[in-house]
């Protein structure tokens, strides 16, 4: 059974997640602040946590920041819409994906789906060479990408591009952490040398509609299996 | 005043010349036979030099024809007559004629420079006493003031007025000594676009309006407009030097206000986005509880069992509660904004405003949590039913919101000749120190980033609008207790409402 805990400060919308997916087959456990959410965490190992990032004890950037310290279960923010700001830093400090308040039990699962997904098959890079998303694997000692059999021809910078998403496909990376870390630290602002080589990407991979590359406006981009719905 | 000071110091030179000579002369003239023609020449030196100390080189000029007479007339035989007689005396007055002039010279070069450093110096400590009275950490408005009195008061003008760029054309910006007529300022600040007509200040004794720039760096700070003088033209140098000062005072007290002035919109600014996160982070939770519950409640595949469901349909039922009491919270907040909150008090029984308060809170599993202790039948207070029931509610919903679930929220309720205390006790955690004093702020935002929304501050401003307030503190056994207390109406004996405690509406 899957395990997923629930960090919130609100009981109502705990209880009514508690139900909605105790019904859908996963074990739930909850906690109202932050700090009780670190030791559940380790307690009850969970495969994914749901993080609000309004606690009243420590908000949830820090805890994503805590958390990434001993831990790589995937964790998706619960945020309000006007949040951007605290979306950038929580996914910046490690949080994979968000989901924006209010939402429906069935695009909450569909979220809670994909990075369970992305989570399991996440490579293993000292025993893996090949990472497979979706019709797209990457080899990463020969540095060939090839799509549904098909070899892609890739620049240095565009293999670089793609396999740091596919690292951890389904995350969502902000700009500013793919900038910083493929162009390196004076870039963090430049964005659009990233459209650029993103689109590029995309249509080296045939992704005419973004459904491979995932654009989350005004956040960052997200490497998903062609087959993920969203 | 000057020339008045100088006339005097000559007439007194003068006098004090004619005097000495008197003197000198008739204490030689008794043993004129013994002292020879040049020693005498040398004594009468002395009434010359000292009047061109007192009365300058005038005095001076004088002082050698008059010792020049009086050496030839008293002292050069022969005697009583201005005829010289002997050669070498014709030496002697030529001498003296020349060593009187020579020192009457340098002694007067003397005494000039010694009242121009006595000029200068004093001047130095005008300006010095002025601009002291610019330092310090004055408001502009005060600073203005004090310019404008200083110039009045050292320089002796009828009336001072310091103009400023207004946003359109020139402002008083302050004014000193008589008031200025409205024709005069009119004269002064004309419609925009309009050139003023002035005097330019100079030396002689015009009485109408004169003006100064004052700038700083080029800079036009404001127009200082001075009119008639009393006694004298002013020192000229004297106000433009201390015009510069000021300017330079001026302007650097306006920079300072705009500063101050563009800290406050910014703390506005912050505190309206602390409003609008406040306000949208309170409606939207319990929308996402709704959603939630109802989304669950309508997918197919899940499959909820009676009692699940009907959790759902009680959170959602709930939580549209909720969102209700804070959109009554948001109009009472602008009621309360608009300065419109006036209690309609009427005699109510305490127990049926706990009751009402309670009902108020919509959320039936927290209810049961609610446990009412004391509450006695047949109190009455003097309250505003809608006000007070709702600062039960708030405080009620507070105290859950911290309360862990199954520990009891505490209402107790005591009484006093004229007073009925009511406390809202929870098992939270309690207030944490710092924030006691700001948590009945609107919109606080309490540490972590939860939020003590509106409820609170609503709950103290009807409080307040009743003459009371709402105090807090951490109960021993842990967790905050609110309290408040409202004036009792009391029963008379036979178990009636006593008349005149009846408060009107």
Not at chain 2, 39 to 63: D, E, R, Y
């Amino acid at each position: 059974m899957i395990k997923i805990l629930l960090v919130d400060d609100d009981r109502s919308l705990l209880r009514a997640l508690e139900i909605g997916l105790g019904a859908k087959g996963y074990e739930t456990a909850n906690s109202r602040n932050g700090n009780d959410g670190l030791a559940q965490a380790v307690l009850f190992s969970p495969d994914l946590i749901l993080l609000d990032l309004g606690l009243p004890d420590l908000n949830g950037i820090e805890f994503c920041r805590k958390f990434r310290t001993f831990s790589d279960t995937p964790i998706l923010v619960l945020s309000a819409a006007e949040d951007e700001m605290r979306k950038v830093e929580a996914l910046d400090a490690g949080a994979d994906d968000y989901v924006t308040k209010p939402f429906g039990m069935a695009e909450l699962e569909a979220r809670i789906r994909v990075a369970l997904r992305h989570a399991k098959g996440r490579p293993d890079r000292n025993t893996s060479a090949v990472t497979t998303v979706g019709a797209i694997s990457i080899d990463w000692e020969k540095r060939i990408v090839t799509n549904g059999g098909a070899a892609v021809d890739l620049t240095a910078k565009e293999f670089d591009l793609l396999s740091y998403l596919a690292k951890n496909s389904g995350k969502v990376y902000t700009h500013h952490q793919i900038l910083r870390d493929i162009w390196g630290r004076g870039y963090g602002e430049e964005t659009q040398y990233l459209r650029v080589y993103i689109n590029r990407l995309r249509k080296k991979l045939g992704d005419t509609d973004g459904k491979i590359i995932k654009t989350n406006p005004g956040i960052g981009y997200q490497l998903l299996d062609c087959d993920d719905e969203s | 005043m000057h020339n008045a000071r100088k006339w005097r110091e000559q007439i007194n030179g003068l006098a004090l010349t004619a005097v000495l000579f008197l003197a000198v002369s008739s204490a030689m003239l008794f043993f004129r036979s013994h002292i020879s023609v040049a020693t005498s020449a040398l004594v009468l030196v002395i009434p010359v030099i000292w009047g061109v100390v007192i009365g300058g080189f005038g005095v001076g000029l004088i002082g050698i024809v008059l010792g020049f007479l009086v050496y030839d007339f008293i002292f050069i035989p022969p005697y009583y007559t201005l005829s010289v007689g002997q050669k070498q005396n014709w030496i002697a007055l030529g001498v003296y004629a020349v060593v009187v002039i020579l020192v009457s010279r340098v002694v007067a070069n003397l005494k000039d420079a010694r009242s121009l450093a006595l000029e200068r110096e004093k001047h130095a400590r005008q300006l010095f006493e002025l601009s002291k009275l610019l330092l310090g950490d004055k408001e502009l408005s005060e600073l203005l003031e004090t310019v404008t009195d200083s110039v009045q008061l050292a320089f002796h003008f009828e009336s001072v007025v310091l103009l400023l760029q207004g946003s359109e054309k020139l402002e008083v910006g302050a004014a000193s000594g008589q008031a200025l007529s409205n024709e005069d300022l009119q004269q002064l600040i004309p419609s925009a676009g309009v050139p003023a007509t002035l005097y330019r200040i100079s030396d002689d004794q015009s009485p109408s309006l004169s003006s100064l720039a004052l700038t700083v760096a080029g800079r036009p700070v404001g127009l200082l407009v001075m009119r008639g003088f009393q006694t004298q033209p002013p020192d000229i140098q004297l106000l433009s030097t201390f015009a510069n000062h000021a300017a330079l005072a001026i302007e650097q007290a306006q920079l300072k206000q705009q500063a101050l002035q563009a800290k406050l919109l910014e703390e506005t600014d912050r505190w309206r986005r602390a409003l609008l996160g406040s306000v949208s982070h309170d409606l939207r939770t319990p929308l996402a509880s709704i959603k939630t519950a109802a989304s669950g409640l309508s997918d197919p595949s899940v499959t909820l069992d009676q009692s699940q469901r009907s959790e759902l349909i009680d959170t959602i039922s709930a939580q549209t509660d909720r969102l209700s009491r804070l959109v009554v919270n948001l109009l009472d907040m602008t009621r309360i904004e608009a300065g419109v909150l006036a209690p309609r008090r009427t005699i109510v029984e305490i127990s049926e405003l706990i009751e009402e308060g309670i009902s108020a809170l919509g959320d039936r599993k927290a209810k049961e949590q609610i446990l009412v202790q004391n509450c006695p039948i047949e109190v009455f207070v003097s309250a505003d039913h809608a006000l007070i029931s709702q600062v039960i509610a708030n405080l009620l919903e507070n105290a859950l919101r911290y309360s862990p679930r199954g520990q009891p929220v505490t209402i107790d309720v005591s009484t006093t000749p004229a007073e009925v205390l009511l406390a809202v006790s929870d098992s939270g955690p309690g207030v944490p120190p710092g924030l006691k004093e700001h948590i009945f702020e609107m919109f606080n935002k309490d540490s972590g980033g939860g939020y003590a929304g509106l409820g609170l501050a609503i709950a103290d401003a009807f409080v307040s609008a009743h003459g009371g307030h709402i105090a807090v503190e951490n109960a021993p056994t842990g967790g905050a207790r609110f309290s408040f207390s409202l004036p009792l109406v009391p029963l008379d004996e036979s178990g009636y409402l006593s008349d005149q405690d009846t408060p009107g509406r």
